[in-house]
């Protein structure tokens, strides 16, 4: 019988399709361990901070603090975690047995994976389109974030395919190591440094396979021209536009730099069920979905990259870079 | 992206919600790895013959054949077979490292749990109201089969609460080992052997939490009187009685003694998607469609144990038990 807790902690609303909340759950799980450890824990059972009511555990990453001693921790499913609660609710004992293989291994040669079409005007201008092809080890990360490569790849490829380029250059970026600490992201910033200057924008899809139903952008004055044009010509899905935030993950590691960053949003209400889960697997991605984020990111990229002129960076003041917790 | 594959084996029709298919794919478990080890294997994965597209795999009884090699046999899940499929329709070479720590235990005793509520006038007279306690081990069996186990208990609880008891004994019977041979079944028709030809009927829910949309029984001329009564007289669904077959696995072993058997029919559209994997818990049981088999079940115990006389037994020629594959 349904129990009475509630298992989602969103509902579908304009919040779910938004994957809000997330990165204030997530904490549970980063800096779980050792918050119950300072209590006197010797182990930490997380209650899963996806959405799904499945027997598979939401899981990513956590970090121990120093001087804290470094106990084991686990997430449950939601289903495993309810049904531990029922017990104690009703006063049972419950004797659990921990059996952890997981380990972090020393760190390995990666490399982002960058391709470009040379723009016909200005080839040194550049419109950056991301994406990371790293993804949380339990599932295959067909929607974290295989989904974001196929958007940049084919509607780059959709581009590339026309007779006419766009003015700039418009360089593909899939990451390495999003999950594990930005590393693709950062490294990027340190081999490119002496073109950061001339990244007219820089563009993240990381939200999943859903129908695409926004862009959030960060930019200078009058940027938002652009933006309102783009979204009362596209006719794929009601697209809505809105300033702000660091674009993505990966891209946020271009924002000291003031280059105006653009992120897709993907229709999210489904998205953390499967995320950093072992559901994360192409059956999730259905095609007609995944083909309204590849139409929105091909023409905000074209638009991007064929403005007469480039959007205004974004000012000096606001540049600062939001601290992630992943 | 979708694959091509179709995941279900039945679409949602009147034979999914019968679960019509599942005795001949099952076979392919059963009797899998000896077929396999004949034709030269040295180890069978199996594509789990469940219908839900998800990673949990599908499990249940199997059989090693005399004289032939026994290999290792595991299911894996639709989505991971799917996935070695398309690598191996591309040619990939796929290495696979078969990992199994199951094993089976020699027989522990176990018991059949048997409550009663004696009949008013006739309490030698039997109706017996059963379901099987235990389940196969990945889930807790919320499904398959608590769920039968809760329409037995509170039919009968329902019937006790009224001050007038029906005519004959109502006994409820939770059997055990339903899933590794029958045992309780096959256990029950020797220890009540002097009892058998006083069972005037006997019923069994095993198909699952979800809305009842039909009985199927088996008993001698006449008998669809009742049935046919019965179902224009309940509410609670559209209702639907079938003659034939032997009610269930539990108690069709009582067929060879002729006694008229009941078999409840829950909507099992959904049930392999859980069955015998992982996701058979308590929050795949809706309270609202469960009360639809307590109030099926409460309705044709009173019938049966009330009537003023009792449905004619099966015909002689007609007791020979169906071989049951699990």
Same mark, same amino acid.
């Given at each position: ?17 938004? &994957? ?11 800096n ?5 450890a300072?209590? &006197? ?18 899981? &990513? ?7 804290? +001693?470094r106990? +084991?921790?686990? =997430? ?9 609660? %029922? ?7 419950? !004797?659990? !047995? ?6 972090s ?5 990666? =490399? ?24 949380? /080890?339990? *599932?295959?990360?067909?929607? /974290? ?17 026309r007779?006419t ?5 418009? !360089? ?12 693709? *992201?950062?490294?990027y ?6 073109? @950061? ?22 930019? *200078? ?6 933006? !309102? *044009? ?8 009601? @697209? ?19 280059? +105006? ?5 993907c229709?999210?209400? %489904? ?6 889960? $072992? ?10 979905? #995944? ?9 905000? $990229?074209?638009? #991007? ?9 974004i ?12």
């Open positions: 019988m349904s129990n009475g807790r509630s298992v989602r902690l969103w509902a579908p609303t304009a919040r779910a399709r938004y &994957g809000a909340g997330y990165g204030k759950t997530a904490a549970l799980r980063v779980g361990a050792s918050r119950a300072k209590a &006197g824990a010797i182990g930490l059972l997380l209650r899963s901070v996806g959405t799904d009511a499945s027997r598979l555990p939401h899981t &990513g990453a956590m970090r121990y603090q120093e001087g804290v +001693p106990i +084991p921790a686990v =997430a449950l499913s939601t289903v495993d975690a309810d049904l531990l609660h %029922r017990k104690l609710g009703k006063g049972e004992t419950v !004797r659990v !047995r921990m059996n952890l293989s997981c380990k291994l020393p760190d390995a040669e990666s =490399a982002n994976v960058v391709g470009e079409i040379p723009g016909r005007e200005k080839p040194d201008e550049i419109v950056l389109l991301g994406a990371h092809l790293d993804s949380w /080890d339990l *599932g295959t990360g067909a929607v /974290d974030d295989a989904a974001g490569c196929a958007h940049v790849i084919e509607a780059a490829r959709l581009i590339g395919a007779p380029k766009p003015r700039r250059t418009l !360089r593909v970026v899939l990451y390495a190591n999003e999950e594990f600490g930005l590393r693709g *992201g950062r490294q910033v340190i081999e490119h440094a002496n073109e @950061l200057q001339k990244h007219v924008a820089a563009f993240e899809s990381d939200s999943g396979s859903g129908r695409v139903w926004g862009l959030q952008w960060n930019a *200078g004055p009058g940027a938002e021209r652009l933006f !309102r *044009g783009l979204v009362a010509s596209l006719a794929v899905t009601p @697209l809505e536009e809105k300033k702000g935030g660091d674009g993505g993950a990966d891209i946020s590691t271009l924002k000291a730099s003031g280059i +105006p960053l653009i992120g897709l949003r229709d999210a209400s %489904r998205y953390f069920d499967v995320h950093h889960t $072992a559901g994360d697997v192409l059956e999730e991605v259905k095609d007609p979905e #995944l083909r309204t984020g590849v139409a929105a990111t091909a023409a905000l $990229a074209w638009a #991007l990259a064929d403005a007469a002129e480039p959007l205004a960076r000012p000096e003041e606001e540049r600062e870079e939001k601290a992630r917790k992943r």
